[in-house]
């Protein structure tokens, strides 16, 4: 398939914050660049405001202050929906519609934008996530959970976004398929020169796959470092607790490797 061979925009968070419905400060200020073409990785506990952060990118949450901007362009220049069309999101749990076989879920986008020969364009999307083409056919619940999760990182490329979006998009699979599906889509970013922003709660994910890594804590962005400064500690006190627990996985297994 022709990949694009831009490289994708730059993402820019300036002073934005996010307070919903009942007084929840979910993002304070936060005022971040990332670089075109980075693989970021967002981490941190459970309700420190990821999702919130990554939904503000496609606008599926619009933020009580602050701007956006991908590239140059502010996100709320133009349409919500044509902004979304120019950004691929994956999340949990993938959201294939079930009644749709697989080629039907991949070319949503496709029909939407009219686009013809669209099993051609499916075929190339099924080669590219390593799928085999037979599974036009099949439906969702004849796949496992890391063949949708395939399908939907498929079909989140369908319309050759510079930028991806992914919320937790392993969160379900077993550490195998995890592993696996996590270098592939490591690979695609290489390939296609996406700009990928991953939220993961998962440490060492994140400092396996990542050029950078945003550890969020409260509604702010606590630490951001590449992977071999935070593994040095240059992270601070939260990004240490969080980089301790696979430091001292991997520590206890090279001892338990070491005494047999
Ligand atoms: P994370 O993805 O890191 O788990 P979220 O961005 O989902 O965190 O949530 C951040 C904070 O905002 C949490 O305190 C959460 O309870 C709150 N929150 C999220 N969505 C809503 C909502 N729709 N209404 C009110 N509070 C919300
Ligand atoms: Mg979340």
């Known amino acids: ?16 914050s996010k307070r919903y419905a009942g007084g929840v400060i979910a993002i304070d200020a936060i005022s971040v660049a990332i670089a075109g073409g980075s693989f970021i990785a967002l981490v941190g506990a459970s309700g420190s405001g990821k999702s919130t952060l990554l939904k503000m990118v496609n606008r ?3 933020p009580s202050a602050g701007a956006i901007r991908i590239g140059d362009a502010d996100v709320t ?17 993938v959201g294939l519609f079930p009644h749709l076989n697989v080629a039907e879920n991949i070319a949503i986008g496709l029909r939407l934008t009219g686009r013809e020969d669209r099993a051609g364009r499916v075929a190339e999307l099924l080669d590219l996530v390593d799928l085999p083409r037979a599974f036009a056919d099949r439906m969702p619940d004849a796949l496992s959970g890391g063949q949708r999760q395939r399908v939907g990182v498929a079909r989140a490329l369908a319309l050759e976004p510079g930028l991806m979006l992914m919320d937790e998009p392993f969160g379900a699979l077993d550490p195998v398929t995890r592993d696996q599906l996590g270098s592939a889509i490591r690979a695609l970013h290489d390939r296609l020169g996406l700009t990928t922003i991953m939220v993961t709660h998962d440490m060492a994910e994140a400092l ?21 400064a935070l593994l040095a500690g240059a992270g601070g006190a939260e990004a240490d607790a969080l980089v301790a627990v696979p430091r001292e996985q991997a520590r206890r297994l090279r001892e338990i490797g070491g005494a047999a």
């Open 60 to 62: 599926l949450i619009e």
């Open 1 to 16: 398939m022709p990949a694009s061979r831009v490289p994708g925009p730059s993402v820019a968070f300036d002073h934005v």
């Open 208 to 228: 396996i796959l990542a050029d950078r890594v945003l550890v969020m804590a409260g509604g702010r962005i606590v630490a951001d470092a590449p992977p071999a």
């Open 77 to 93: 220049a133009g349409d919500a929906h044509l902004l979304r069309r120019r950004i691929g999101y994956v999340f949990q749990n």
